[in-house]
């Protein structure tokens, strides 16, 4: 049983570069979540989805970008990398969308900006 | 906004002893709470939540928590600490954004020999 997977583990990127990190959910989850975590700083809400072809910002989307074409991914799109983007990327998902919903994590991908 | 406060960044025990990490919450409402663990280079496993009835909750792990809405509190417990259980600890509420989490800073806590 897959769960919530991410790709790739670990990247280093060059100020400007681009890349998009992957995300997948093999549980049929309507809501899909993109988190940064930061040293001491717990994770924060990058953007998030309610369903395919739905998406909307969180608490800190600058320098993203998101789409969702399916209800199994979720891909985060970083255009013009900056060094303040170098932080662990987490993937969520949940259920039939209700606050009390478990969210289901990723194992993360460690992105450095140089 | 729905937030949690962990007000220790760090705290250590010793194998076999009991464990209490604290979280406040800033809510209105009844708000929907969850905990989290961290291991080292690990993604976030759940631990237990609370939404409504019975104001203590059993979790995995041996782990329980109380909410108490006198004292804006959901604070994590275990009677007896294992090695194991050295992690990253992270309270959080469901927010109005999709039902995204707010989550508190984090408690790394060490288990001493």
């Known amino acids: 049983n897959a769960g919530v997977t991410q790709t790739p583990k670990f990247r280093i990127l060059k100020i400007g570069q681009s890349m998009t990190l992957q995300c997948a959910q093999d549980?049929?989850?309507?809501?899909m979540y993109w988190y940064r975590q930061d040293p001491g700083m717990g994770l924060k809400l990058i953007y998030y989805?309610?369903?395919?072809?739905?998406?909307d910002k969180g608490e800190v989307p600058n320098g993203y970008n998101v789409s969702r074409s399916t209800t199994e991914d979720f891909p985060l799109r970083l255009e013009l990398a900056a060094p303040s983007q170098t932080s662990v990327y987490f993937c969520a998902s949940g259920g039939a969308g209700g606050p009390g919903d478990t969210q289901y994590f990723g194992p993360g991908t460690r992105l450095t900006v140089l | 906004a729905q937030s949690v406060t962990q007000p220790d960044i760090h705290i250590t025990v010793s194998e076999g002893a009991s464990l209490e990490l604290r979280c406040n919450y800033s809510y209105g409402a009844t708000p929907y709470l969850f905990w989290y663990v961290q291991s080292p280079g690990q993604g976030l496993q759940l631990l237990l939540k609370?939404?409504?009835?019975?104001?203590l909750v059993q979790g995995i792990k041996g782990f329980e928590a109380e909410f108490k809405r006198s004292q804006s509190s959901f604070n994590l417990r275990k009677p007896s600490v294992h090695w194991s259980d050295a992690a990253e600890y992270f309270c959080a509420v469901a927010s109005s954004s999709g039902y995204a989490l707010n989550f508190g800073k984090g408690t790394s806590l060490l288990v001493t020999p």
């Open positions: 989805s309610v369903g395919a072809g739905i998406t």
């Open positions: 549980m049929n989850h309507n809501y």
């Open positions: 609370y939404f409504s009835g019975d104001t």
